[in-house]
């Protein structure tokens, strides 16, 4: 398992004592309704949901709800949730407005559903008149910038900039052409929690991931395929993000070193593992980091928290638990 200083593991046994014994409260303890006249949509929102989608762009930005509240394990453990055609809200009631939805990464999540990993896609470079992000080595152009600054969390103790990346977050990926599943070949960017599309005549439309992602929907025939394997078992391995991991390919059984640093002292912070799936292996856990800020221990991927990780690809994520800042990644390998 992910074993790091005493004082750590004694902060993670308080914090799941006291969410084990205080569960969240539903949102549907909430006033108010919205039903939809429309063919094949049968749920409602409502409560809190319904004054989020309302005030952060509503049936443009998250489309019509394709299923009704009910509770599901993310990585920060289970909440009430609701899916819409182009993304999923979570309900937290532990955090202050307007945290108290948080949005799905579904387009991280569904880039590994396509086997894509977004770690190994083309680099851009910073061009004149794009917005650039060193974070992902990515830049937001043209239409895709935007409408990426036209729209964000209302908030207005953010930024334009800090209100678009809650809502939309970093890009993924350089624009390309790619094919929907609706079959339109249309120039495509992905981003943390949505997919751009320009439309000719249309201008921006955001993808359907919440649809996509909610039936695991097998890719469109203008998707690319995955990459053959490689003749080298530990070839093909993204690099980390603002993380360390040592070795990246390993033997079933053995152990590894990752490290992740420039947190805010004793800030905490949620980390868990995702397969080549993106499904989370166990659940998400919380801890505290040290003085420095930093997070460090061995994983064993023979017992990571009573969970083998068996041969395949994952990738070691550490994120504050308010993610008001970009997740650390850290991908591996086991082999057998």
Not at 6 to 12: D, E, G, K, Q, Y
Not at 64 to 80: C, L, M, Q, S, V
Not at 252 to 272: A, L, R, S, T
Not at 275 to 299: C, F, H, K, M, S
């Amino acid at each position: 398992m992910f074993t790091s200083t005493r004082r750590a593991s004694v902060l993670i046994a308080v914090f799941m004592l006291a969410f084990g014994w205080f569960g969240p409260k539903s949102a549907q303890a909430q006033s108010g309704q919205q039903c939809f006249n429309v063919p094949g949509i049968n749920n409602c929102i409502q409560g809190r949901f319904l004054e989020y989608w309302r005030d952060n762009g509503g049936l443009p930005v998250f489309g019509y709800p394709i299923t009704a509240e009910f509770r599901e394990k993310t990585p920060e453990g289970e909440f009430t949730v609701q899916y819409f055609e182009r993304n999923v809200l979570e309900y937290h009631p532990e955090k202050a407005r307007p945290y108290d939805v948080l949005l799905g990464r579904l387009g991280d999540t569904r880039l590994l559903q396509l086997k894509r990993d977004w770690f190994s896609e083309p680099k851009g470079q910073p061009t004149p008149g794009c917005s650039w992000w060193a974070q992902t080595s990515h830049s937001i152009c043209g239409d895709f910038k935007n409408y990426w600054e036209r729209h964000g969390l209302n908030d207005p103790k953010l930024d334009r900039t800090a209100r678009s990346l809650q809502l939309f977050g970093l890009p993924l990926t350089e624009p390309k052409m790619e094919t929907n599943l609706a079959g339109d070949t249309v120039l495509t960017q992905w981003f943390e929690r949505a997919r751009l599309e320009f439309h000719p005549g249309k201008g921006i439309l955001l993808g359907l991931l919440g649809n996509e992602t909610r039936n695991n929907a097998p890719p469109a025939g203008g998707t690319p395929p995955p990459p053959p394997p490689a003749a080298n078992a530990c070839a093909g391995i993204a690099a980390p993000v603002d993380a360390h991991i040592a070795p990246n390919c390993v033997k079933f059984g053995q152990e590894f070193y990752v490290k992740v640093g420039g947190f805010d002292p004793y800030q905490e912070v949620g980390f868990w593992i995702t397969d080549e799936r993106g499904v989370t292996v166990g659940t998400a856990q919380t801890l505290y980091v040290n003085a420095n800020g930093e997070l460090d221990g061995y994983i064993d991927t023979k017992d990571y928290f009573g969970y083998e990780l068996g041969p395949g690809n994952y990738v070691f994520v550490v994120q504050d638990v308010a993610r008001v800042y970009r997740p650390s990644t850290a991908p591996f390998r086991v082999i057998p």
